[in-house]
């Protein structure tokens, strides 16, 4: 089975299941060059300059615990669980509700909705949502790895869903 997303979104899916796998945030620039860079992510001023919300280089303690929050999101998604996932669908909301839509002419001169990311915490409650869209099937083919003392998750966008992250994982899973 093949998951059709739209490119930015996919690519905004990859960059948050890297943030969630990487073993420690070492710095806030890690984390800001992950998204910063993305489609859809950023907003404008009054002039037209793109920004991307930054957080100074002592504040690493909010992306870490954007991470953990993100890994426990992740954990409930994959796990399958009705309460569970409804849990982190109210919480993604009420930080949803607070994001603003802008709408730009399109080349042909038509209204184009685009949705802007200021920073990395509206960049991760949009892809939980875009996991919990029963319509995509995206969270049905989130996996956490099964072998020990991995926890790296993994997504499949083609084919069957995977239990391992990497080949020498399962592997490995299967010679024990």
């Given at each position: 089975m ?7 979104d996919?690519?905004l ?10 073993r420690?945030?070492?710095s806030?620039t ?5 998204f910063s ?7 404008y001023?009054r002039?037209?300059q793109?920004?991307?919300q930054t ?11 954007h991470?953990?929050d ?5 954990e409930k998604?994959?796990?399958g669980?009705?309460l569970?996932?409804s849990?982190?669908?109210?919480e993604?909301r009420?930080v ?5 839509i802008?709408?730009?002419p399109?080349q042909d001169?038509k209204?184009?909705i685009?949705?802007?990311?200021a920073?990395m915490?509206?960049?991760?409650c ?5 996991l919990l869209?029963p ?9 956490l790895c099964a072998?020990p003392?991995?926890g790296r998750?993994?997504?499949?966008f083609?084919?069957?869903p995977?239990?391992?992250?990497s080949?020498?994982?399962?592997r ?5």
């Open positions: 093949r998951v059709t997303i739209m490119p930015a996919k690519a899916i990859e960059r948050t299941l890297q943030l969630a796998n990487m420690r945030v070492r806030t890690e984390v800001e060059q992950l860079t993305l489609p859809h992510t950023g907003f001023d002039e037209g793109r920004y991307f957080l100074s280089r002592r504040e690493v303690g909010k992306y870490r615990g991470q953990r993100l890994r426990e999101s992740l998604i994959a796990g669980g009705r569970a996932k849990e982190v669908e109210d993604v009420k949803m509700r607070e994001m603003p802008y709408i730009f399109s001169g209204p184009k685009v949705y802007l990311f920073g915490q509206a960049c991760l949009y892809v939980l949502m875009l869209d319509g995509l099937g995206l969270g049905a083919r989130l996996g072998a003392r991995c998750f993994n997504l499949a083609d084919g069957r995977r239990r391992y992250c080949y020498e994982h399962r490995a899973a299967d010679t024990k």
